[in-house]
């Protein structure tokens, strides 16, 4: 069965650092690139970064570039997404999305985990 | 940057209503385009993939068309199942994805 499970979201303060991990199984790891998408509450949907299939690419919004940083570590299947100089408008459910090709780009969110809560509040 | 327009932004229809779902892009993406599902509570589900491709084990009342710059989702018969918020995403460069269109029944 394909799965992503995240973890590592929580209450955090304003300024404060964060590090959410995703555990992929059952399938090809290294063959897929990966996203991080984040839900506000009542929200829609937000791309926050992605990263391809050799870490060769890699990307974020405009909203979190130069504060969060996605890595990837094949051997372990996993995906993190180190997050600092949090906000409260960071605050939101994050998703870890597998793309159905190895390309930052074009490519579908096929797979979806659950989602880690991240809250940023004093 | 791109804009995606998504309309409408919600629509309650009957049981067994053909319901269409439009969204357009401020460029030309190709066919970059893609829909998903998200029933309240759940993680988000792709249907739709490359504009008209229905990713497997989705029902095939589902659709989708279009290229370029407008698109369009289709339930052609409305179940009561399909209650969600439907959204379109464009992959052109980054990510981005349309405002959602909440579907209820009526």
Redesign the interface.
Known sequence: EVRLVESGGGLVQPGGSLRLSCAASGFSFDDYGM?W?RQGPGK????VA?ISSNSGSI?Y?DSVQGRFSIARDNGKFSLSLQMSSLRAEDTALY?C?KA?GDLL??????V????TAVTVSS | DIQMTQSPSSLSASVGDRVTITCQASYDIRD?L?W?Q?KPGK????LI??AYNL?TGVPSRFSGSGSGTHFTFTISSLQPEDVA?Y?C?Q??????????TKVEIK
């Open positions: 996203h998408v829609g949907l937000e791309w992605g990307g919004s998703y999305a159905r780009n074009f490519y579908a969110m096929d979806w985990g659950q989602g | 970059y893609h998903y998200q993680a988000p589900k792709l993939y490359d990713e918020t959204y995403q992959f052109d460069n980054v990510p981005i994805f349309g405002g959602g």
